[in-house]
């Protein structure tokens, strides 16, 4: 870019930039550490829904979804699932 382009600079953005719930349910916001053990993973894939989403079944549809969406738009091999509750 020069300085007499009319381009607005691009800049890279955070997919999750929500705030995380607050919940007593220790589930949707822990995160694991990086560590030697995750040095193989590409990609670090985690989700929440609200209690009132889980208590609907969207927990595991949003897990099942997520796996699908990432195998299809994306080119990471080994994406780490890092919720702590992994849906079957």
């Known amino acids: 870019m020069t300085a007499t382009s009319t381009e607005r600079p691009r800049t890279r953005t955070a997919l999750n930039t929500a705030p995380r719930p607050q919940s007593s349910d220790h589930r949707s916001i822990t995160r694991r550490p990086l560590s030697e053990e995750l040095l193989p993973y590409d ?5 929440w829904v609200t ?3 889980y208590e609907r079944g969207d927990y595991a549809k949003l897990y099942r979804a997520l796996r699908e ?3 299809d738009a994306f080119p990471f091999e080994a994406p780490f699932y890092s919720n702590a509750e992994i849906p079957e």
């Open 43 to 47: 990609v670090d894939v985690s989700w």
């Open 51 to 53: 209690p009132e989403a």
């Open 69 to 71: 969406w990432l195998a």
